[in-house]
């Protein structure tokens, strides 16, 4: 989400409880993304990339595998616990550590990039800057971006949504209107911005897939009980075998912002 102000009030957020679906039904940005990034001189061989919030490593992993140099942190254990067991299984080298992202955790001069995906909003701005100035090379790069779906475009994506409401009515993930700044409100003086795109890429799903994106959203597994979960699964397990076909796709914008920090 690009709008401040979208954290959920009254809602304690752990991502470590939806650790497992989170690695089974979000497996991050397609490899378009990827090949945009590396149009763009991120991703290289031998590059050094910390990736903030990285969850379960879906975008340190897949640097790892293009031979980049990566470490990744995250405050949630359990996140950081089944990063490490996927990278394992791919037989990837990974630096995966228990961090926030306001951590400076990592000698001076550690990284040529730093990436965030889907968590910038989550973060304490000036601080987590200070911490990548400290852990960056000199005018080293951040990479902000995106993976969100449309619920505006899609009836399958917005029917979800509002049974998400129901159960949970403080998230304010809903209703996203697809709109991503040319440049973002959070930006201050020494952040200049090299380069941005914007792209939109179906996403397939089965009923089963769609309903374990879902629970791991955060307006779902990383807030409600598990009892509430597993109702909410229910109930949309019923929507779904209503409105959608067997095998069906949901709109994405796909959106990345490419800054030097001075």
Not at 18 to 31: C, N, S
Not at 54 to 59: E, F, N
Not at 83 to 92: C, F, I, K, S
């Amino acid at each position: 989400m690009h709008r401040a102000g979208t954290i959920d009030p009254g809602r304690a957020i752990d991502w470590g409880r939806t650790a497992e679906d989170y690695a089974q039904h979000r497996a991050g940005p397609p490899t378009s993304f990827f090949r945009r990034l590396l149009d763009l001189g991120v991703g290289l061989q031998g590059q050094r990339i910390l990736d903030l919030a990285t969850g379960t490593g879906a975008l340190a992993r897949t640097f790892a595998a293009q031979g980049c140099r990566v470490a990744g942190t995250d405050i949630a254990a359990g996140q950081i616990e089944m990063a490490r067991r996927l990278a394992d299984t791919q037989g990837l080298q990974v630096d995966f550590r228990v961090a926030a992202a306001e951590q400076a955790v990592f000698p001076a001069g550690s990284f040529d990039v730093a990436t965030a995906s889907q968590c910038w909003l989550y973060f304490d701005v000036a601080r987590t800057l200070k911490a990548l100035r400290a852990q960056l090379v000199p005018q080293g790069l951040l990479v902000t971006s995106h993976f969100s779906w449309l619920p505006r475009e899609d009836p399958i994506a917005r029917a979800s949504e509002a049974l998400v409401l129901q159960f949970n009515p403080a998230w304010r993930g809903a209703d996203w209107s697809g709109e991503v700044p040319e440049l973002p409100e959070w930006v201050e003086p020494g952040v200049r911005l090299l380069s941005r795109f914007v792209y939109d890429e179906p996403v397939g799903f089965t009923r089963d897939g769609w309903r374990g994106r879902l629970r791991a959203c955060r307006g779902v597994g990383a807030t409600l009980t598990a009892a509430e979960v597993a109702d909410f699964d229910q109930a949309h397990a019923q929507l779904l075998d209503r409105i959608a076909p067997a095998r069906f796709f949901i709109p994405h914008r796909i959106d990345a912002h490419l800054f030097a920090l001075g």
